[in-house]
């Protein structure tokens, strides 16, 4: 394997990466400024068939390969026989390794760099749908050859990837120039983009049967028979028709726009009280947010089964007015402990909601028991009427839902549940979704003691403890975000610690992605004191966590209960 340079901050990037974080981190690195990117449909004549991402900085040049398979089960031997290419296995089929493939690809542009004197690191990546049975095996060899293999990928071929393609970049053009004779262009999308402008015009301009295309296309008839004696006047009146139109747009882009005023969020009560509720605004793609969400597969799957159905809606009520459309609710039970991605999915859900048409403004009103309770007879009905219209055209969540149905019978927050219901039973409430949200054997019994609940909030997601690994890719992550690394030795003593604590922690208490940002925020401050204390002696050690930073974990533990 060669030796990578210091300067080799691209190249870690990437051999970070793991089946969760591999699409965003190629969306980031088509925002870098200082990345060169650029998508090839084809790369020398191991690759001439594959889509190619280059990746090019000031000292090192990345391959990302997107193989062509398909999902299905390979055996892995990247052994070459009699002097033959490597082979992949299936139980009825054999294919030539992509790995090979990617690697003599590699050494070919290692050779046109040598010639025009171009000093380049290079590493190699590979994605593919397939899953590699014996993968572990051989991350060694594949780590030796200076490629990186991310198997078991979904919807590879949908990808859309972002680049930065910006001729000032001097480094990518260069290195671009010195490989152009190995480098098949992508071909033009003028049929794709046209099939695209096709189904969005489908999709947003309203349906004409055969009766109205020919009404029309006879007044065209009659319009252009009439240009050669009008035409001057027609020209002008067109010009006019075009300007209002472009205005009307523009003001149908400002309605509809996601950058409008957040309402300000006061409840008032009787006795001039207020009380203020947290709004989120819209999350910016959402889509690539809920991709990014550790764990979390069936949620993930659910919302876009739900997503679907709610797409498909809209483009039949556009295409057909007429039509009985399928009955979507948009309300919905999370089921979960703390820190398990609630507030965080929310937001997301209500954003692509947004993206989908069923919800105007896609915000997230987030509320409690406290919300909606006064100090006077009728303020829970006044506070339930001011946090829908808050919430409209977004998400009304309920945190601890289950708290506003207690046993006392003169409890007021048993009038909230009520409340909603009545409100939501009205037909022209479609633009809002309400999600309750709380632990779930309570969110249970709430659902038992309103039958109602169960027909209004079809829509179940549950939301489970992360696992240990889980956590460590939380960990990872939220350590990224600041520009950190651990040392082998503290990722190990964190991993050890955090195991440590999981293994008695108490399951009503534990806070699962929170512990882990706390816990963070204790290792950060540490860290910090001991860089004050004494400065290090190099730069880059300032954001390196070492074992010294890494501090017990402090864990609630199950009170012991006394008595016989």
């Keep these: 394997m060669r030796n990578i340079s210091k300067f080799d901050r691209l190249i870690k990037g990437f051999k970070r990466q793991t089946k969760l974080t591999i699409q965003s981190h190629l969306d980031t690195l088509g925002d870098d400024p200082i990345i060169y990117s650029k998508r090839l449909t084809g790369l020398g004549p191991h690759l001439k068939d594959n ?37 992949y296995f299936t139980e ?25 004197d171009i000093c380049r690191d290079i590493w190699g990546v590979l994605l593919t749908g397939s899953n590699l049975i014996n993968a572990d095996d051989e991350k060694e060899g594949w780590k030796e050859k200076s490629v990186t293999v991310i198997d078991k990928l979904e919807n590879l071929s949908d990808w859309t990837i972002g680049l930065n393609t910006d001729d000032d970049i001097l480094d990518g053009t260069m290195v671009m120039e010195a490989i152009k004779d190995i480098v098949k262009q992508p071909e033009s999308n003028t049929e794709e983009e046209e099939f695209a402008k096709l ?34 006047d027609q020209g002008e009146e067109t010009e006019d028709h075009e300007e209002e139109k472009e205005a009307e747009d523009k003001k149908d882009e400002d309605e509809d726009s996601d950058d409008f005023d957040l309402p300000s969020g006061c409840i008032e009560q009787n006795n001039n009280l207020t009380v203020q509720v947290k709004i989120l605004p819209p999350t910016k793609n959402p889509r690539a947010e809920l991709d990014k969400l550790v764990g979390c597969q069936d949620i993930k799957k659910r919302i876009d089964e739900l997503l679907a159905l709610t797409r498909y809606n809209m483009m039949v009520r556009r295409a057909f007015p007429e039509a009985k459309i399928h ?15 609630k507030t965080t999915v929310c937001k997301i859900f209500g954003s692509l909601l947004h993206e989908a048409g069923a919800l105007s403004k896609g915000h997230v009103v987030v509320a409690d ?60 409430q479609r633009n809002i979704a309400v999600v309750l949200c709380g632990y779930k054997e309570p969110m249970m019994q709430l659902l038992e003691i309103n039958p109602g609940l169960h027909s209004r909030f079809p829509n179940r997601f549950e939301f489970n403890d992360f696992s240990i690994e889980d956590l460590m890719e939380i960990t990872r992550r939220r350590v990224e975000e600041y520009q950190y690394h651990f040392t082998r030795q503290a990722w190990q003593k964190y991993r050890n610690v955090l195991t440590a604590a999981y293994q008695v922690r108490d399951p ?24 004050v204390k004494k400065e290090p002696a190099k730069s880059n050690q300032l954001l390196t966590l070492t074992p010294a930073d890494i501090i017990p974990i402090e864990v609630p533990r199950p009170k012991s209960r006394i008595g016989f």
């Design 51 to 87: 889509n190619i991402y280059i990746y090019i900085d000031h000292s090192c040049l990345v391959v990302v390969c997107l193989d062509n398979c398909a999902y299905k089960n390979e055996l892995v031997d990247e052994e070459s026989y009699n002097n033959n290419p490597p082979l």
């Design 199 to 232: 189904l969005d015009k489908f999709i947003t301009e309203p349906f004409h049967t055969i009766e109205d295309q020919e009404e029309n296309e006879s007044q065209e008839d009659t319009d252009s028979a009439e240009e050669d004696t009008e035409e001057q």
């Design 327 to 341: 009955e979507v609710s948009l309300h919905s039970i999370f089921f979960g402990r703390p820190g398990t991605g």
């Design 92 to 116: 009825t089929s054999h294919r030539i390794s992509p790995v090979w493939q990617l690697t003599e690809t590699m050494q070919l542009i290692r050779q046109r760099l040598q010639e025009s």
């Design 508 to 531: 009503q208490t534990w806070g699962n992605a929170r512990f882990v940002s706390n816990q963070l925020e204790r290792i950060f401050i540490q860290h910090a004191k001991r860089c």
């Design 369 to 428: 028991r406290g919300t909606f309770l006064g100090t006077l007879w009728g303020d829970e009905e006044r506070s339930v009427s001011q946090v829908l219209e808050i919430a409209r055209g977004g998400v009304l969540m309920i945190d601890e839902a289950y708290l506003l149905n207690s046993n006392n019978e003169h409890d007021p927050g048993r009038m909230v549940i009520p409340l909603l219901m009545q409100v939501l039973a009205d037909e022209s």
